[in-house]
Every structure is written in C-alpha cells, then in structure tokens.
C-alpha cells in the first residue's frame, strides 16, 4: 500500500500546481466552444468538469486534459439550429438533440475501445504528426487573435490606441515571466504564478481590459455562477427516442465520434512523445466514450481531448492523474464559489500563456529538415499543416494518412521485379521479386510476354509476396492466359495463405501450383513468417 500510495504521489505537487494552471485556463475556452455551439456557457462549464474528471480516472494517458472543444463545437452549432427548428423557439429542443446526440456518439466510441480500433493511432506516419502539431500551433495562435477584439454594440472591431497597447504589454508581460521563472527556478509553476502577477496587477492597477467576466457577459452569457449539473429527465420528455430521431442524430453523432476519438489519440500520441511514455489508447476510447455518455445525461456539450491544455499541462510538470483531477474539480468550484474571484482573471494573461503554449508546440525543427526529407513526405507535412488551419484537425489527419498511403504503394508498386532465365530443358523461369498487390499489378503483368514464351513456364515467388486479393486475381488472370495459348505454367514457392484460397477459387490450381519444394531457403522463409 505504502508502495502503491508513493507511486501515484511522487509528483503530486507539480500535479496540484499545473491542475490549477490548467482549470484557470480552461475557462474561457470553455466558454468560447459553448457560444461557438450555440449553447449556455455552464454546458461548456460542466462538459469541461464532467470528461475532465471521468478521463482522468479512466483514461489511458495520465496528463491528459479533455473537455469541450472547438472541433467538435463547430459541427454541433449545425445540429442546434436544426433542432431548434424542429419546435417553438421557446422548448430549445436543439439543446436536448444535442445530449442526445453526445450520448450516442459516446456509445460509438464505447464501440471503438471494445472492438479495440485505438491501436489504429499507430498507424499515424511522423510526417502527419509534424505536420498535425504545427497547424495545431498555428490553429490555437489564430484562436487568440479574436482576443483583441472589443464588443461595440453589436459587433467585434479591433482594438487601437491605448486598449490595443495596454493589452499587448500584459500579453507580453505574461510570456516575459513564463520565459525568465524557469530560468529562476524549475520548481517554480511559471504559468501559473505568470496569471497571478498580471490578475494583481490588472485588479489593484484598476486597469479598463477585458476579463473572463467580461468575455461572458460579451458573448451574452450571464456568468459563471451555477449549480451542479443536474440529471436531464426532461430529455426522455422533449425528444421523441423513434427511427426519425436516430436519423436526425446518428449522422452528427458518427461525425463527432470520429472527430473526438482522432483527436483524443492523437493528443494521447503527442503527449507520449512529449513524456516519453506510453498511453492505452483504447482505455482512452473507453474513457472518452463512457465520459459523453454521462454528460450527455447530465447536461454537458460533450467533448475530448484538448492538446492545448494537455501541453500546457505537461509543461507546467503535470503528470499523473492528479493533475486533470485538480483542474475539473477546480473547475466546478469555480462554477459553485469563486465564480467572483475567477471573473476577474484577465483575458490577455491567458492569451499570453497561450501564445506560449503555441511557441512550445510549434515542431521548429521541420523547418530544418524540410529540404533533407524525401518531398512527399514534405508535402504531406505542409498539406496537413493547412488542412489543420483551414479545415479541421481531423480531416487533416484523415487527409495526411490518405497521402502517406498511396506515397508508399507507388513506392513499393515500383519495386516489383522479374529476373528471366531460359533452362536447358527449354522451360522459361520467371523469379519475382518484390510485392506484389493492386499497385504493382500493371507492372507485375508487363513482365510476361505470353505469345512468344515457350511451351513450359515457371514463375518463382520466393523473393515475392502476395499481399491482396487484386495480386491474386492477377495470378488467375496470367495463368488462364497461359492455359488459353495452350502453354503449361507452374507457379513456385506460394504462401500457404494463397494457395489456399486459390484452390479455394478454382480446383484446377492442383496442377499448376508446386507443392513438391526442395529448395532449403523456402523452408526457412516459411518457418521465419511464422514467429
């Protein structure tokens, strides 16, 4: 027990520390994701608390901060809209769409931890996690450019004069301390001591800047002040449960299952790169899931990981599950007590950690080996960069993996090879070399000259592979054309798999593949794929 208790506490003060850090900037993205939405600030409020606390306990990357995001908030405004469409304005039926919705898709992601598909996120080459990072870096730097906007009336103009001026010095004031405290002391929380300093002095300087009150009340929101989430009963009254419904939703929910699982992984990737650790990522498909499915119930917008908060986790030393503890259970004392205290937290500390956060994230270094990797790779690594920035993370990664894929079957359709020899028995011998699948069947066809060959010909896959069912409907292929001219053909050292579903295919295969093999390197090869 001792061991077990020193385990999970050997960081705790760091854990404590950056959960605070982390809860403090929480807030207003929170709150901004909600009006992005087109919901109440305390939905966003409490799907930040209730994923943040159930994912840290039960997901599979200890440091890792979920809640409500952006990705998933610009796909729910469109099922809001056309939920509310469906009554009286005045029943906000959109709204209970929404939980219904949330639960559905965390359903979905249950789905895809039992079935075990987070293992996938593996699959993801380097040069669309570079690429994913950077736009990531440059999405969160563009988010706080709204930041320096004011409210006037209706609309949002830029600030000038001694507002924008005002605000850029407590910007740069916040960056300065969390540059020069760790070169103090590593000990020292900079983020956190860095919004401290700028709140005392905006607060007792009697500054006129935007606060996170202010940013509420702007957005229309009332405050932070609220309750404890609440069991939504109404939303078995409101939504009829019928095949209509789960058309309406089932769509939106696949949609933001999708989104929430990839970018939950590939946060849970970037987070073991930055930690040299390792996550489960298939107890986080679990976790994340079985997280929107309560808050769905409960009345949260749903949610996942946030790479913003999880680096600034990170780098604020939080490690354990402690850290996300802290900053959701911070969060809901915010939302029942200190919703005072917590109003008046400038807009511009927290833009100035950000910004931090975005120089942090940014991979500077492909900006180096850009001209020494091979160019596809350097262009899927630019092509997800801005796929990131103007359309979303998970499209981007979706459109990285498309591109990394069909880089490496040309790749390897280019290397199939065919080494021809002419035998004293007047037999022609064709040894392949190489894959052979759907990319490299053309090339794989053009080595055989069916018309001209001689009356027996042997083709020697010992150096080859038949990778899919294209290859092996090539093979179906060659061999009648063989048989049509009348001509004899074997076919040599086949995996056991293919001749299996080959004689599957079509009986007549007994008299053309060789089963009788005395090459001794056949048998080793055979023995070594099946270790």
Same mark, same amino acid.
């Given at each position: 027990?001792?061991?077990?208790?020193?385990?999970?506490?050997?960081?705790?003060?760091?854990?404590?520390?950056?959960?605070?850090?982390?809860?403090?900037?929480?807030?207003?993205?929170?709150?901004?994701?909600?009006?992005?939405?087109?919901?109440?600030?305390?939905?966003?409020?409490?799907?930040?608390?209730?994923?943040?606390?159930?994912?840290?306990?039960?997901?599979?990357?200890?440091?890792?901060?979920?809640?409500?995001?952006?990705?998933?908030?610009?796909?729910?405004?469109?099922?809001?809209?056309?939920?509310?469409?469906?009554?009286?304005?005045?029943?906000?039926?959109?709204?209970?769409?929404?939980?219904?919705?949330?639960?559905?898709?965390?359903?979905?992601?249950?789905?895809?931890?039992?079935?075990?598909?987070?293992?996938?996120?593996?699959?993801?080459?380097?040069?669309?996690?570079?690429?994913?990072?950077?736009?990531?870096?440059?999405?969160?730097?563009?988010?706080?450019?709204?930041?320096?906007?004011?409210?006037?009336?209706?609309?949002?103009?830029?600030?000038?004069?001694?507002?924008?001026?005002?605000?850029?010095?407590?910007?740069?004031?916040?960056?300065?301390?969390?540059?020069?405290?760790?070169?103090?002391?590593?000990?020292?929380?900079?983020?956190?001591?860095?919004?401290?300093?700028?709140?005392?002095?905006?607060?007792?300087?009697?500054?006129?800047?935007?606060?996170?009150?202010?940013?509420?009340?702007?957005?229309?929101?009332?405050?932070?002040?609220?309750?404890?989430?609440?069991?939504?009963?109404?939303?078995?009254?409101?939504?009829?449960?019928?095949?209509?419904?789960?058309?309406? %939703?089932?769509?939106?929910?696949? !949609? *933001?299952? =999708?989104?929430? $699982? #990839? /970018?939950?992984?590939?946060?849970?990737? +970037? &987070?073991?790169?930055?930690?040299?650790?390792?996550?489960?990522?298939?107890?986080?498909?679990?976790?994340?899931?079985?997280?929107?499915?309560?808050?769905?119930?409960?009345?949260?917008?749903?949610?996942?990981?946030?790479?913003?908060?999880?680096?600034?986790?990170?780098?604020?030393?939080?490690?354990?599950?402690?850290?996300?503890?802290?900053?959701? %259970?911070?969060?809901?004392?915010? !939302? *029942?007590? =200190?919703?005072? $205290? #917590? /109003?008046?937290?400038?807009?511009?500390? +927290? &833009?100035?950690?950000?910004?931090?956060?975005?120089?942090?994230?940014?991979?500077?270094?492909?900006?180096?080996?850009?001209?020494?990797?091979?160019?596809?790779?350097?262009?899927?690594?630019?092509?997800?960069?801005?796929?990131?920035?103007?359309?979303?993370?998970?499209?981007?990664?979706?459109?990285?993996?498309?591109?990394?894929?069909?880089?490496?079957?040309?790749?390897?359709?280019?290397?199939?090879? =065919?080494?021809?020899?002419?035998?004293?028995?007047?037999?022609?011998?064709?040894?392949?070399?190489?894959?052979?699948?759907?990319?490299?069947?053309?090339?794989?066809?053009?080595?055989?000259?069916?018309?001209?060959?001689?009356?027996?010909?042997?083709?020697?896959?010992?150096?080859?592979?038949?990778?899919?069912?294209?290859?092996?409907?090539?093979?179906?292929?060659?061999?009648?054309?063989?048989?049509?001219?009348?001509?004899?053909?074997?076919?040599?050292?086949?995996?056991?798999?293919?001749?299996?579903?080959?004689?599957?295919?079509?009986?007549?295969?007994?008299?053309?593949?060789?089963?009788?093999?005395?090459?001794?390197?056949?048998?080793?090869?055979?023995?070594?794929?099946?270790?």
């Amino acid at each position: 027990m001792n061991a077990f208790i020193t385990k999970h506490t050997a960081n705790a003060k760091n854990d404590i520390l950056s959960g605070i850090t982390v809860a403090l900037a929480l807030v207003p993205e929170a709150v901004a994701f909600a009006f992005v939405a087109g919901v109440d600030p305390l939905v966003g409020l409490y799907a930040a608390f209730m994923i943040g606390l159930i994912t840290a306990i039960f997901g599979g990357r200890p440091g890792m901060i979920s809640g409500a995001t952006g990705a998933l908030a610009v796909v729910m405004v469109a099922l809001v809209k056309q939920g509310n469409a469906l009554g009286n304005p005045s029943e906000h039926l959109g709204l209970y769409y929404l939980f219904a919705t949330v639960i559905l898709m965390g359903i979905i992601q249950m789905m895809a931890g039992v079935l075990k598909l987070g293992k996938f996120v593996r699959l993801i080459p380097h040069p669309v996690m570079m690429g994913f990072v950077n736009g990531l870096a440059i999405v969160i730097f563009l988010s706080q450019l709204g930041m320096f906007k004011e409210q006037i009336g209706n609309e949002k103009i830029w600030m000038h004069g001694s507002k924008l001026y005002l605000m850029i010095g407590l910007v740069g004031l916040t960056m300065f301390l969390m540059y020069i405290i760790p070169k103090i002391s590593k000990k020292i929380p900079e983020a956190l001591v860095a919004i401290l300093v700028v709140s005392l002095l905006v607060i007792y300087g009697n500054f006129d800047v935007a606060t996170v009150g202010s940013f509420i009340k702007d957005g229309g929101g009332s405050g932070l002040k609220g309750n404890l989430p609440q069991f939504q009963f109404e939303l078995f009254n409101k939504i009829p449960f019928t095949w209509e419904t789960i058309k309406f %939703i089932g769509p939106y929910a696949v !949609i *933001l299952a =999708a989104i929430g $699982l #990839i /970018e939950s992984l590939m946060t849970l990737n +970037l &987070v073991d790169e930055l930690t040299e650790t390792r996550g489960n990522s298939n107890r986080e498909c679990l976790a994340q899931g079985g997280a929107n499915i309560i808050t769905g119930l409960f009345g949260g917008m749903g949610g996942c990981a946030m790479i913003g908060q999880s680096i600034i986790n990170i780098k604020g030393g939080g490690r354990g599950r402690l850290s996300g503890i802290v900053a959701a %259970i911070l969060l809901l004392v915010f !939302i *029942l007590f =200190a919703s005072s $205290l #917590i /109003e008046q937290v400038p807009i511009a500390a +927290l &833009v100035g950690v950000m910004f931090m956060v975005v120089i942090g994230t940014f991979a500077w270094s492909s900006f180096r080996i850009l001209h020494k990797i091979p160019v596809a790779d350097a262009l899927v690594l630019i092509t997800v960069s801005l796929v990131t920035v103007f359309k979303d993370l998970a499209v981007a990664v979706i459109v990285g993996i498309i591109m990394s894929a069909l880089v490496f079957a040309w790749e390897n359709a280019k290397r199939i090879r =065919a080494r021809k020899t002419l035998r004293s028995d007047g037999t022609k011998l064709y040894e392949i070399y190489g894959p052979l699948f759907f990319g490299s069947i053309q090339a794989f066809n053009s080595k055989f000259d069916v018309k001209t060959d001689p009356e027996k010909v042997e083709i020697d896959f010992l150096e080859s592979k038949i990778s899919d069912h294209s290859a092996i409907e090539a093979l179906f292929n060659l061999v009648g054309r063989y048989q049509k001219a009348g001509k004899k053909v074997k076919l040599k050292h086949l995996s056991e798999e293919c001749k299996s579903i080959m004689l599957k295919a079509s009986p007549k295969f007994l008299d053309v593949i060789e089963n009788s093999i005395d090459d001794p390197r056949y048998h080793v090869m055979t023995d070594a794929d099946l270790i």
